[in-house]
């Protein structure tokens, strides 16, 4: 009797699974056959490509070379703001170059303007009046001062 238990206990499935009795119609023998209920979770097969990231960063620093049209800045929020001759690119919040110059960093006290649906966005409900922000503005080098008659050449 012990050994028949025995075989019982060894033969229960583990979890996820079910028995199902097999036998032939009208036979008296009748087998126990161990069936798996779930699909095996084996991740590492099914493994895509990753995702790259959005690289969002600070493209062109303090005192470098910007030329008309660079990104300066690349952002999903609000952390630095356009200042002079910068201006916001089509998607997200990008900083672009409107001119060739010296980037600047500066921080200064924001003067929004809710007229742009942007600052509306980020700053819509908040108490501005203390608030400090990162502007970059770019400052265009100074054209020189030496000129000739156009008669004289």
């Known amino acids: 009797m012990a050994a028949a238990l025995q075989r019982i206990v060894s033969s229960l499935p583990a979890r996820g699974q079910q028995l199902v009795l097999v036998g032939a119609p009208g036979s008296s023998a009748v087998q126990l056959q161990c069936v798996r209920g779930a699909a095996k979770g084996n991740r590492a097969c099914r493994q895509g490509p990753t995702a790259r990231g959005q690289r969002l960063n600070v493209y062109i620093h303090d005192g ?84 000739r008659l156009v008669s004289q050449i």
């Not at 800045?73 to 356009?82: A, G, I, M």
């Open 64 to 147: 470098m070379i910007a030329h008309k049209g660079d990104m300066i800045v690349k952002q999903n929020r609000l952390r630095f703001h356009p200042g002079l001759n910068v201006v916001f690119g089509p998607t997200r919040q990008t900083l672009i170059a409107a001119v060739e110059g010296r980037v600047m960093l500066t921080r200064e006290k924001v003067d929004l303007d809710f007229n742009n649906p942007r600052v509306q966005k980020f700053y819509e409900g908040r108490n501005t009046e203390a608030l400090y922000k990162k502007y970059f503005h770019v400052i265009p080098e100074p054209q020189g001062q030496t000129f």
